[in-house]
């Protein structure tokens, strides 16, 4: 009945270059997803609903966005009076330590020391899935493997460091190509490692004295042969977000109820810091349809194919199409948005006509006047 | 351990609010859902932080399992404090035998020693059945002003409606020199809203001494203030103009949640200075598919549209269904209504399911005769078959 | 909005334990003072949490005010949890009217509700009377490896002790085939420590049956589990061996406290493995002044000693001024000793104050009469005059 | 009835080269003293007791044990919904950046632009002490003061950067000294501050844009002429850390059980994170004088005149005098320790004397086995 073994390791700032806008402002972790939500909920909630009690958020820089929203973590049920969350800004100052995941992990050697879990998991914050990480851990144990590597078919995402790899009939990793992106379909992987945490600290130690820094070259690769690398695929639904086009279509994908019950599962709940607004409210010429629409909005335009996040306002005759608007954003009478997402408290002036396309949504930064 | 603190909220949730029938079968009343996403008691706590006044006791009594739970640590409240906060006070044993509370008087003063530990100056004492934002801290300055020993707040209503009140009957200084309990000729139209300000010295010798009398009802209305009154104490009117409305019947409860949608009356509940807070379900945002129509109403978290909307306020995780019809009614946390369902002019409560082609209540205008139309109830978990029919100002508490 | 939970564990802390007489005027048992800093009900919720067990409702009945602030969101034992954590459950009224807990089996079936929006597939009894470090996990383990429908914990007493407890009477697996109540003659040593688990299926069954019965009187150990036995339920006893104590009357309290200041007797309340978590004052650390003698004893934070002090157990913001002595007694929160008292074989509960010269207790190779020597306490906020004499055994209730 | 108007920012990490020791591993901030106290309790209780409810700690390195240490903030009632405690590490990666007061205050602009609060009081956490701040704000506002600057009175202490003022009859400031260390008594600055937040913003602004960025000389002293600055001598028992050696007397101050009773003054109490020990154990042959000893600690040797934190062990036939025992250090048999400073976790071997002197009192690394 106790809580499992498993420390969980969160890296907020990976990949942050990939959505410029957005993590202009904040790290990759607190960037704005489905409504009401930030990507780390995901990831916190995934560990949190699989019994996971001690996290280890690693920032980089950017985080105060992040601090707030997290705050003691009682959202998460992560306020534990032993274990609970654990803020881990970078020790030194030096800008270049951060730039890799093994000077990262190596930092915070003391947090690994003090923790009695055996084993770790490592997650980045770009990919939104509900995932049920005791499934990973059964499969990691009964498989024997050493390190477990989580992975999605398909085509593999634009990120120049992706991993690529072969398995075979037992999952097992067979080979490993990192950065290409092969022609078609393929097994990559999404930032998320499972692993004994001895095994880990002392793969870390010995690649980092060698000033190897690059967990899946100098690690996954280099052991390849010698150690047992399984791999996981998960869930169709999980989106790994490696662009604004695939932002915009990771939400999207919600406006599909199949998709939205299986992110949003009420057996496995994704928690989210607590905002207090109101109710959304629709007028009298309001017409929604085939739409996320979050509390405090008030509505009296149309929107189709949009998600909209808290507090924002939809003036009369406004049309809002397949567009995502955070917080706070106002949009004016007689506008006309469409391929577009708008940052938090944008204000879009009366009569404006915005408009992206599907596979390349334009970006509003946040708090502009339009 | 305990610090000082200048006043004390006492708020009265044991009631059983048994006008409204259904809904508080297995629910104290002040657990009533309102708004959307709140519940009754969500006003008083909200108020009570939002005046500054940080220790709040709530006696509970009937049915508080809900309430408790809601309540919790207070934390939505901003009431989880370390030694103030919220406090949930149900009645206890002693060594010589233990009471329910006998009246609202009685349950503050079998809570005596949890005031006393704050050693106040002042006690609020509130209930949970009204839907209002008051600032408390400025009737509290006012009955300081007055060097009052009690003030009571007052709202102005309709003359023609001020025999349904208790009536306030004051000098021109706001003075009270009469209450009158719902008066066939009313001299004055402030009614009592049921909320007081005590210097507790006072209200403490009050108390005790209605203890002691056999013949007392225990009642604050009935007995303590107009002892009081008869001791020529200095009570004091407190004026409050804005909003306030009693949830205690069907009715009025169906006529609060509609008013949040008739942008002419003033209840905003998306004002910042001023939040109403309340302990969140943590749902996603709600859903309205390619089919849905929506106006008029209030929609929020969780919840999933396929059918038409209209003058409605709908609870996180309600289901309205393609083809199904809800119009001029209330659908509270979790209610399912199936395709080609109608309902109209109904409370719909927790989790209860509403089936495929099913009718429940009707519409004014479609009554042969207004005095037996009314609002349609459907009781919590409560499942409606499908193709049945409801009749309007029915109340249906089980399976059909 | 409940997620299941493989076990629930409900905390009887209704009783007033009458055994400790004028320790729990104002206090529920559970709430009584223990080793410095430490509450009686702080061993069965540690327990819990460090067991893994984190949904706990315990039911309250008797002065249950300290007990709800002490329990408060259940922090200080990590039970602050978002849909888990400890609920305290008081009696409550029902439509058709309420009930106090008859016994300690409707005390759980009144809160039937409660446990049945976890699912568990088991329930954990406790009761708050007990000092022990128990993994609760490892019985519960032992419950399922068994498939057992009830399994009762049991220590061996010893042979000539064991008349006064329930006594299992075992077969060689464990399995129980006879409940013998205070035998004059028994036949095992294995005496039950009042902990339960059971299969909740099974409980719930026996609950309903329970109180379907108007000759029983709703107790677990009279009523509910005979009947289970009788109905051939497979019944199991789990063997603990380990410190446990009852602190039930003023005399094992004494002595279980007595037991922390024995480095011979196996509970270490400084294991850091299987910490005892307690709700703490706040205060700075204690201080010794220059005339301070203190050997063979514990002190708590917030304490200032002047005096002499052995073979004692001293609370938080306990004072004992120059010239004072305290031997072979338990110093409760706040408790004063001044200059020149001698307190002996005692417990001065909260806040109480002896006065200068003041004589409270007497050692019992002092006392002509063995038979009528015993403990001396002194009630919470008493006054002992200065120059007083309380004689041991006494139980001092007023001032004097 | 509502919280005053006062928002309060703590600098953490001011003062640290005083202490190189114990600031080695941690901030200023969260430097243990008087048993189970960290300096930051003092400045925090403070706040707190006169109602301040926002509070923002600036932080510039070493900090995680202070985040260890506040977590929620729970322990001071700053676990609020709406305002409590924020952490305000640096935003900008240079180490530069955060050398002076103004470099920090400019950096943190949007938390003062967030905040409903009038007032500002700016303190450090060198200074240990039972402070009613509404007494401050009192004269604040009844003197007309544009600033007020909190000061004790006595010799200077040894900082090379001191703020020695002249008041007149009406306390009013009129004249400054920086650093200069005078012969007898007098008036010195102990980093507390309280003005408006519009006042300060501005003239925070104003000296950043010269890149004047030293508070006490480019916002006192040039602005002595044309602002009212108002010193308020704070009470006898406040004790200002300025080395080694004053840090070591004031611990030792508190064995004056009238300077303890002022110091924790039950209807201001000092608030501080709980860590759940047992009470302390003392043994058959202990003998303990004119000490503070926190729970947790296992005596049976011989104890005069010292402090010992929490979980302390002194062995049979140990001698500790004049000395402060940091959390979990043991004290093993036949030693004698004699104006020593032991950090956390020291082990003395048995049969070691270990003495420093009353006016340079022998300091040991945490962790160390001397």
Chains 1, 4 share one sequence.
Not at chain 1, 176 to 181: C, E, K, N, S, Y
Request: proline share 5%; charged share 20%; net charge negative.
């Amino acid at each position: 009945m106790r809580n499992n073994n498993v420390l969980g390791i969160v890296f907020s700032n990976m990949y942050d270059e990939v959505l410029p806008g957005l993590t202009a402002v904040r790290p990759m972790g607190s960037v704005p997803f489905a409504g009401r939500y930030r990507l780390i909920d995901f990831t916190l909630s995934n560990f949190v609903n699989s019994g996971i009690s001690k996290v280890g958020i690693i920032t980089r820089n950017n985080y105060q966005s992040l601090m707030d929203h997290i705050g003691s973590g009682k959202s998460w049920d992560l306020s534990r009076k032993n274990e609970g969350l654990y803020f881990l800004p970078p020790f030194t100052m030096s800008d270049e330590l951060y730039a890799g995941r093994i000077a990262s992990l190596i930092d915070i050697r003391p947090f690994f020391r003090n923790a009695r879990e055996e084993y770790v998991i490592l997650s980045d914050c770009h990919v939104a899935g509900n995932i049920d990480i005791n499934n990973i851990i059964k499969e990691h144990i009964s498989s024997g493997a050493d390190i477990t590597v989580a992975c999605r078919h398909g085509f593999a995402p634009p990120l120049k460091d992706n991993l690529i790899m072969w398995m075979n009939a037992e999952n097992r990793i067979i080979d490993i190509v990192l950065g290409q992106h092969p022609a078609g379909e393929c097994d990559y992987g999404v930032g998320l490692y499972l692993m004994r945490k001895d095994l880990m600290v002392g793969m870390l130690e010995a690649a980092a004295s060698r000033n190897q820094m690059n967990f899946d070259r100098d690690i996954l690769l280099r052991h390849l042969g010698d150690v047992n690398i399984h791999g996981y695929r998960l869930p169709e639904h999980t989106s790994v977000i490696s662009s604004l086009g695939s932002y915009f279509k990771a939400n999207m994908a919600l406006l599909n109820t199949n998709v939205l019950e299986s992110l949003f599962d009420p057996q496995r709940p994704i928690y989210t810091k607590v905002r207090d607004a109101a109710p959304a409210l629709y007028g009298l010429h309001a017409s929604v349809s085939n739409s996320l629409v979050a509390d405090g909005c008030f509505i009296e335009g149309r929107v189709h194919n949009s998600i909209l996040f808290r507090d924002v306002r939809i003036a009369r005759d406004a049309v809002v199409e397949n567009s995502i608007v955070m917080q706070g954003s106002v949009i004016c009478e007689r506008t006309s948005l469409n391929y577009s997402v708008l940052d938090k408290d944008v204000v879009v002036k009366a009569g404006r006509v915005l408009s992206g396309a599907e596979d390349y949504p334009l970006f509003i930064n946040k708090g502009t006047v339009v | 351990m305990f610090r000082k603190q200048e006043c004390v909220a006492m708020l009265l949730a044991g009631g059983q609010g048994s006008r409204l029938y259904a809904l508080t079968r297995n629910l104290a009343k002040p657990a009533v859902p309102y708004g959307g996403k709140y519940r009754i008691i969500d006003f008083p706590l909200s108020n009570c932080i939002n005046s500054g006044i940080e220790t709040v006791g709530v006696l509970t009594q009937y049915q508080p399992l809900v309430l408790n739970d809601y309540i919790g640590s207070g934390q939505p409240w901003d009431l989880d404090r370390m030694e103030a906060g919220v406090h949930v006070l149900p009645p206890y044993q002693r060594s010589r035998g233990g009471d329910w509370y006998k009246g609202t008087a009685n349950a503050i003063y079998q809570n005596i020693a949890f005031i006393e530990r704050y050693d106040p100056e002042y006690v609020l004492v509130l209930s949970g059945d009204h839907i209002y934002k008051m600032d408390y801290s400025k009737m509290i300055e006012e009955h300081k002003r007055n060097k009052a020993d009690c003030t009571i707040a007052v709202i102005e209503v309709e003359m023609s409606e001020a025999s349904r009140f208790g009536i306030l009957n004051t000098k021109p200084d706001g003075m009270i020199y009469e209450f009158d309990e719902k008066p066939a000729r009313p001299k004055s139209n402030l009614a009592s809203m049921g909320i007081y300000v005590f210097s507790w010295d006072k209200l403490r010798h009050y108390l005790n001494q209605d203890e002691e009398n056999p013949q007392s009802q225990n009642d604050f209305g009935r007995d303590v203030l107009p002892a009081m009154l008869n001791k020529g104490e200095r009570m004091f009117s407190y004026r409050f103009s804005g909003y306030w409305k009693d949830v205690g019947t069907i009715d009025s409860l169906w006529e609060a949640n509609m008013d949040l949608l008739n942008p002419k009356i003033p209840l905003d509940l998306s004002e910042t200075d001023w939040k109403i807070y309340s302990r969140n379900p943590g749902l996603p945002p709600h859903y309205l598919g390619a089919t849905a129509e929506v106006q008029n109403s209030m929609i929020c978290e969780g919840s999933k549209i396929h059918g038409k909307v209209d003058f409605s306020v709908l609870f996180s995780g309600v289901t309205v269904s393609q083809g199904a019809e809800v119009r001029d009614s209330i659908l509270m946390p979790g209610a399912k209504i199936l395709p080609g369902a109608r309902v109209n002019y109904a409370i719909v409560a927790e989790n209860a399911v509403i089936g495929t082609d099913a009718v429940v209540g009707s519409r004014p205008e479609e009554s042969p005769n207004l005095d037996e139309w009314g609002i349609a109830v459907i009781a919590a978990g409560i499942n409606v078959g499908s193709g049945s029919v409801v009749p309007s100002k029915s109340m249906v508490e089980s399976d059909i």
